[in-house]
C-alpha cells in the first residue's frame, strides 16, 4: 500500500483550492457576460450614477417606477440576498420580503434562464460587482396602483411560472441559443412585443403567435420599439442575417442606424456578445414569419428624387426636406451607407405609428461608437426651429416619398403632443414654436 505523505497531501489540497478558484473566477467572468447579454445595466444604472445602484427613472402607462439598487451592498441592495432569494427575484418578480415587483423587471421572461447561468450571475453579482451605498428611491405611482399586493393576483394570471429553455429535439443549435437569448436574457418581447389592456406581453414566444416581436404596441419613453418579424414593410423581411448581425454588434447596417432607447441597448449589451450568439440571435430572429403576410413589400420610385433634382419642391415637405435632412440622407433618400440611415424603405419610416420618426426630427439623437464602428453619429435636432406644421409636413414628406407608402398622415396636433411629452428642446435653449412661421 503507497503511503502519502503530509506534503503530498498538501500539495494535493492546494491544488484542489487552486482549481476550486479558478472556477469561481471562471463563474463570475460568466456572469459578467450574461449581465451584459441581459442589459442589467441599462435599467438599473441611472445617468452619471455608479452601475448597478438603481435609481433610473422609468415613465409607464402607471406612473415612474424608479430601479431598485443590485449591487451586494447589505442595506440598500442584494447583498444579504441568498440564491434562492436572488433567482426569486429574477425569474419570478418576488422580492426578498414577499413583495411583488413591478413588470418592468421582466420577469416573465427570466424565467426561461437555466440554472447554470442564473448561478453564474449571482455569483458575479455577489462578488464581481462593487457595493454601492445609495438608497432605493420610491416610485411615482398613485395609490391604489402603488399597492403591492394586487401584483401578486396578476402575477400568478398573467406571468405564471415558466419552465426553464429546452430546445427542441433536433433543433439546430445555433437557432436554438438564439431563441434562448431571444426569449430569456436578452427579454427582447418585453419592449418589442404589444401589451394588453392589463399590461402583460400579448405573447412570451413565438409559439404563443404572432404577436411575439411585432412591435410595441405604445411608445416607450417616446419611442415605438420596431417589428422583428419577418414583414417585409415594417419588420426585417428584406434584411438579410449578415446585416441583422452588424446592425447587432455595430448598430448600424446599410438599411438604418439605432437610436432610441436601444442605442443602449448596442452600446451597453449588443456589442459585447461574443459573433457566434450575435448569430445565433440574428438566425433565430430571420426564422420569425411575418406578423401580416399580406403586407405590401417596398418598391422604389424615383419620381420624387428626379422632381427635387431638378429644383421642383411643390410637394408639401419638400422645401423644409430640401433644406434641413438632403444633406445627409439626399435627395433621393438613399442616405451614406452605415453613417447617415437610408430613409428609402426604411423600416422605421414605414411604420404605422410615426412616433420615433417624430421623435427623432423634434430631438436628434446621437449613435456612439461601438467596437466594430468607432466613428459616432449625431442626427442634430430640428424642434428649435420647425413649428409643428413644418414638421408634420417633412415627416410626412420622408414617409410618401421614393416607394414609401406609410398608410398614416401625421398632423401638427401629433407632433404638439410629441413635442409636450418629450419637452423637446434645442442646446440653445427654449423657443416659442408658436411665434415660428412656415
Known sequence: MKKITLSALLLGMMAFNAAADDAAVEQIKRGEYLARAGDCVA??????????????????PIGTIYSTNITPDKQNGIGDYSYDDFQKAVRHGVAKNGDTLYPAMPYPSYAVVSDEDMQALYAYFMHGVQPVAQANQESDIPWPLSMRWPLAIWRGIFAPDVKAFQPIKGQD???ARGQYLVEGLGHCGACHTPRSITMQEKALNDG????????????IDGWTASNLRGDSGDGLGRWSEDQLVQFLRTGRNDHTAVFGGMTDVVQHSLQHLTPEDATAIARYLKSLGAKDPNQVGFTPDDTVAKALWKGDDSKTGASVYVDSCAACHKTDGSGYKRFFPELRGNSVVLASDPTSLIHIVLSGAQLPGM????????MPAFGWRLNDQQVADVVNFIRTSWGNSAASTVSASDVAKVRKDEAVVNHQGNVDVEKLTP
Open 43 to 60: 435599467c438599473h444604472t441611472k445617468a452619471g450614477g455608479a452601475e448597478f445602484a438603481g435609481g433610473l427613472p422609468m415613465v409607464t
Open 173 to 175: 443549435a445555433v437557432l
Open 371 to 378: 467596437k466594430g464602428a468607432p466613428t459616432t453619429i449625431t
Open 208 to 219: 404563443e403567435g404572432s404577436d411575439y416581436l411585432s412591435g410595441s404596441s405604445a411608445p
